[in-house]
Every structure is written in structure tokens, then in C-alpha cells.
């Protein structure tokens, strides 16, 4: 499953993994909150109404493979209400924030081919334990998780347990 954040305030849908378990533990939710749906004080939106106040928007859950299929069709039909949103608005907004900052992190170090320098570092970790006492408590959750490194490490380890033969 997917889960596509609708942030009204500032006209941008964000796209996550799903999540299963208390809300107070859902990691990634919490962060894309923090980071991009609360207002700063160079906030610039015009529907915002004063800095530290969260952005309004909705959050729902599709299937991953309806959604790979449909996506242009699911963000015009969320989008239709607001008609200040164009098609080519709507597209553009869409965005997997962790996905890309992964990405550009991955670039940043030159693509690396075997393993990373920098790997499940605690600079990497999302979300903050000393901040969040429930936080301390989960399993962390690394922008890692959504680099193309992942796949190398997780191959190396199971290379390692014996599962290929």
C-alpha cells in the first residue's frame, strides 16, 4: 500500500510506505510533518495564517499496483476540488520525499557500488530519540532504507547467513 499526504496549504501530495502499528510509532509520517507541512516563519503560502501552524491536508491509503497504473487519474481526482491546481501542478507536486532525498544522497557520494561510508550512520537516522521518548523505544528508521545501497548490504547479509547457495 501507499499512502499519498495531500498538503492543501501547500498544494504538494506526498507519497509514503505504508505503515502498520500505533500512529504514535509511524516515524515517517511524523517527520514529513515536521519538515514540510508546519510553517515557518518564511513560510509563503498564501493559505497560511501564522508560523508553527501545521499545514491542513488529508492523508489516504491505495494499493500500490492500482496506483502505479492509475497515478495521473488518482492525483487529478484528489486534486479536483481545488481548481487552482492545473494538470501539469498536480503532477509536479507529487513528490516521495524520502525516495529522493535518498537518492541525492546516494549521487552525493558518487553512487557507490559496494556498501556506503556513511550507512544506517546516526546522521541518517529519521526521526529523533531524544526528541520523541517513543522513538527510543521503535526500531530505527534510516534514510538507508530507501537507497539502492540497501540492496547490496541486504545481499551481503544474507550471503553471510548462507541463504544463497
Known sequence: MTRLVMDIT???????????????????????????????????????????ERHVGNMMQIDDATYAKRRTEILK???????????????????????EDASACFNRHSRPKMGCIDYRDDKKRIGSPTKNRMLAELAPVYLCDFCPVKTWVT???????????
Open 77 to 99: 481526482e484528489m486534486w479536483r476540488d481545488y481548481p487552482d491546481m492545473g494538470e501539469e501542478d498536480i503532477l509536479v507536486s507529487a513528490r516521495n520525499t524520502y525516495v
Open 10 to 52: 501547500a498544494r504538494k501530495t506526498y507519497e509514503l510506505p505504508d505503515y502498520e502499528g500505533h500512529p504514535d510509532g509511524d516515524i515517517l509520517l511524523e517527520q514529513l510533518l515536521e519538515k514540510h507541512c508546519t510553517c515557518s516563519s518564511a513560510c509563503r503560502h498564501p493559505h497560511v495564517q501564522k508560523p508553527g
Open 155 to 165: 545481499t551481503e547479509i544474507r550471503h553471510s547467513r548462507g541463504m544463497y547457495k
